[in-house]
């Protein structure tokens, strides 16, 4: 011990300069004080496992980190967490009372370290007077140590630098006692057991409770969800000014079936690059990673399942839902499209719900009121509605196979025109989407949207910077079939909003596919881009945090190629989570 080094040399030049001094009771506070610092240092490494215990702990009940496996040691407990981490906490007791215990509390939704000393709490502070934070980008985890002269010391900096700890009225905090007057010794350091006074483990539940300096943290017990936590996740980079090489569409959430809760999938349709094939995506933790989602500004871990995939797991939480509905102009002009748009829907939906789990509606619409409609069903059921007898034409889209839609139906008939607005709000309002289910609309037109000056039923409510914006992230992406191009070109023709708008536009704000195509449709669904975005699908997965499922969120999807050759990016405000 370098302490008793010290002391011994300091005795024998007393010795020297006086052999008559009685150096006997000296010599019993040196070893007195020697044996206490060796007990303190022996229960020094257990105090500060404990403080990283506790750190790990903190962070997973903060970051919504559950734990995968407890398995019972001859020292106490192994604990496992979903983000790869372990611990191991004994099995009850705690350090002798003259013990600071290190400990965290919560505050604002922050957990930050505490200390206890001689009964008092009061904040572990850095040499500036600031509060340390258990979890976050500022996080510290503190060291302990006894200096030489028998105080309590702490780092900040990983047991790179050591200060004295200070009580409530800023006075050192003494590790030994010494002996009083009457000569009662000192307190030692205690005996060397743990700061978690017990741990419960209930089986039947799946909760572990663990009591730490008297303070109780409940964790769940699940299966690891192979979902990486918030705290591995990190920032997104930074996308070049104006660079946005693939479309990022809309997406749809919803909790996972099977998480107890506590994950939720984000599905969103294909992302198509600039030379035509179609993104896989890699997520947190990946050396591959290309895609970034934080929520409210904070990163969040992410596992995604790319479309690939689905086709080789054997479980339905890899399958992505698909609601798509057909909007389809069915008035004169739209004859000569007609038979080859109603046939494409048909041979194409039945080749998709092949591969995916997708479901169909349609919508009809001749100039200016909905004239037919059929809900969210099977791709047997559409065909059923569009193969009807005696039909043909334009007319294949027309009629109900449901009164309570055909009721509703009677008041749209106010639009100007052929009015793509018209009939993607009705189907919003009216259809019965599944919960979760990523919404798709497809638009046939060869005319303008024509909202005949009616605002609700305009291109500008799905455009997020207009004032009359009423979409949302949630309510699907559409994709525009224009198959009049000639007559309608972007830069000469005189679009009027709330008049004659672009139909392209419906696919620009929401981040859907474009085609164009000639009068006669002579082309297949299968060519269009649209086909590609939704048998190319994701679904992200993400960890569940208390604050997700209130209240509403600002979204950004950051989309970025390990060489910075592929860069977009999109933020949504006010997205709602559906649970």
Request: net charge negative; hydrophobic share 35%; charged share 20%.
């Amino acid at each position: 011990m370098k302490v008793k080094n010290f002391l011994v040399w300091v005795l024998l030049l007393i010795c020297t300069v006086s052999c008559k001094y009685d150096d006997g009771e000296i010599w019993d506070k040196v070893n007195s004080l020697d044996d206490r610092l060796t007990a303190i240092e022996g229960q020094l490494n257990q105090l500060n496992s404990d403080i990283e215990s506790v750190s790990t702990i903190a962070n997973a009940v903060q970051n919504n980190v559950f734990v995968s496996k407890v398995e019972e040691t001859s020292e106490g407990y192994r604990i496992s967490f979903t983000d790869g981490k372990s611990i191991t906490v004994g099995k009850g007791g705690s350090a002798d009372a003259s013990t600071p215990i290190i400990g965290v509390d919560e505050e604002n939704g922050v957990y930050y370290w505490t200390q206890t000393v001689n009964g008092n709490t009061s904040w572990l502070t850095d040499a500036t007077g600031n509060k340390i934070p258990v979890s976050g980008a500022q996080a510290v985890t503190p060291r302990l140590k006894v200096s030489a002269d028998g105080f309590w010391m702490v780092s900040y900096d990983n047991g790179v630098n050591f200060e004295q700890m200070l009580d409530e009225n800023g006075n050192p905090v003494k590790a030994v006692g010494e002996d009083g007057e009457d000569g009662a010794d000192g307190v030692s350091g205690g005996s060397g057991e743990s700061w978690f006074d017990n741990v419960y483990y209930n089986e039947a539940n799946g909760t572990l409770v663990l009591v730490y300096g008297g303070q109780e943290f409940e964790l769940q017990v699940v299966p690891d969800t192979g979902v990486p936590s918030d705290e591995m996740a990190e920032k997104a980079p930074k996308i070049e000014e104006g660079r946005k090489d693939v479309k990022i569409p809309n997406f749809s959430t919803f909790i996972e079936e099977g998480s107890n809760g506590r994950v939720m999938r984000m599905s969103l349709t294909g992302l198509q690059l600039p030379d035509k094939e179609w993104m896989d995506l890699y997520g947190t933790g990946d050396t591959r990673q290309n895609v970034w989602l934080e929520i409210d500004g904070q990163p969040k871990g992410i596992a995604v399942i790319n479309s690939t995939e689905t086709q080789t797991r054997a479980f339905n939480i890899s399958k992505a839902q698909a609601d798509v509905v057909f909007l389809v102009d069915n008035s004169g002009s739209m004859s000569e499209e007609a038979d080859a748009v109603a046939n494409e829907i048909l041979s194409w939906s039945q080749t998709l719900a092949g591969t995916m789990d997708v479901q169909f509606g349609c919508v009809g619409i001749d100039h200016s009121y909905i004239n037919g409609a059929i809900d969210i069903t099977s791709v047997e059921n559409l065909s059923d509605y569009l193969n009807r007898d005696g039909l043909y034409g334009t007319a294949r889209t027309r009629g109900y196979v449901d009164t309570q839609l055909e009721t509703s139906a009677q008041t749209y008939n106010n639009a100007g025109g052929e009015c793509g607005g018209i009939m993607l709000h009705f189907a919003d309002r009216h259809f019965k989407f599944r919960p979760g289910a990523n919404r798709i609309y497809i638009y046939f037109t060869d005319e303008p949207n024509q909202p005949g000056g009616i605002e609700e039923w305009s291109v500008l409510t799905v455009n997020p910077e207009s004032s009359y914006y009423v979409w949302n992230t949630s309510k699907g992406t559409i994709h525009t079939v224009f198959s009049d191009m000639n007559n309608y070109l972007p830069d000469s023709y005189n679009w009027v909003d709330f008049f004659n708008e672009d139909p392209r536009l419906f696919a620009t704000y929401t981040g859907g596919t474009l085609i164009e195509t000639t009068g006669d449709f002579n082309i297949t669904l299968d060519e269009l881009p649209v086909t590609g975005a939704i048998t190319n699908s994701y679904i992200i997965r993400f960890n569940v945090t208390p604050d997700l499922l209130s209240g509403t969120h600002t979204v950004k999807i950051t989309i970025y190629d390990e060489k910075g050759n592929i860069q977009a990016e999109r933020t949504w405000e006010n997205v709602s989570f559906s649970v």
